[in-house]
């Protein structure tokens, strides 16, 4: 029963691959985020999504091109992977203040 | 430009005592704060919140108090449990606008309590 849940949890890939992390939240939540954690720990908004239209796009390099399918899920696509997009990623989703974060999907670039 | 600072990167405290994480804030346009812990290869759990209508908010043993005018919050956890180890990161929201729901966050505190 868990909330958010985004598959795959661990990635290891290799420099100008192309990869996809699904995201699905069960909370009846309308607006949904990837954020990402960088190696020094930050965690910073990527993108954020309300009813499938994107209202938030933090200068994320458009490699990176999330997917809203319907409100309860979104997906991150991830073209011509870098080594610097290693970090660890996090879909969230929320209804009113407060976000709820999934469990996190560890990517790894070699 | 980091808005939201934790200066602590880690604070160790034995079993009972009281924890005290603190959180500094730049931008006066953030309107809700929330504290979130994380355990290692998990996602941020939220923890409790406050608005910034207020200057407390309790939850069992965990309090959050916000000082506006010093742009200062600071979760206090007593009696602290060894449970209770993990990271602690603040967040901060801004009000209205196309960054509604966008969280900015503090590098984290680790917090270990002894037993």
């Known amino acids: 029963d868990t909330a958010v849940s985004q598959t795959p949890k661990y990635l290891v890939t290799q420099m100008g691959n192309d990869k996809s992390i699904k995201c699905e939240q069960n909370?009846?939540?309308?607006?949904m985020y990837w954020y990402k954690q960088d190696s020094k720990k930050f965690l910073k908004i990527m993108f954020s999504?309300?009813?499938?239209?994107?209202?938030i796009n933090e200068t994320v390099p458009n490699r990176f091109s999330p997917k809203s399918p319907d409100k309860a899920h979104l997906n991150l696509h991830i073209n011509s992977l870098e080594l610097g997009d290693s970090a660890v990623y996090f879909c969230?989703?929320?209804?009113?203040?407060?976000?709820?974060f999934g469990e996190g999907s560890w990517l790894t670039v070699v | 430009d980091q808005q939201v600072k934790q200066n602590s990167p880690s604070l160790s405290v034995q079993e009972g005592r009281i924890s005290i994480l603190n959180c500094d804030y730049t931008?006066?346009?953030?309107?809700?704060f929330l504290w979130y812990k994380k355990y290692p290869a998990e996602g941020p759990t939220f923890l409790i919140s406050?608005?910034?209508?207020?200057d407390k908010n309790e939850d069992g043993r965990f309090t959050v108090f916000l000082n506006k005018s010093a742009k200062h919050l600071s979760l206090h956890i007593v009696p602290s449990q060894p449970g209770d180890s993990a990271v602690y990161f603040c967040?901060?929201?801004?009000?209205?606008?196309?960054?509604?729901?966008?969280?900015?966050f503090g590098q984290g505190t680790i917090l270990t309590v002894h037993p």
């Open positions: 931008n006066s346009m953030f309107d809700y």
């Open positions: 967040a901060a929201r801004l009000s209205g606008g196309t960054s509604y729901g966008k969280l900015t």
């Open positions: 999504y309300n009813n499938k239209e994107l209202i």
């Open positions: 969230a989703s929320s209804l009113t203040n407060t976000i709820y």
């Open positions: 909370l009846g939540h309308d607006t």
């Open positions: 406050i608005s910034s209508i207020k």
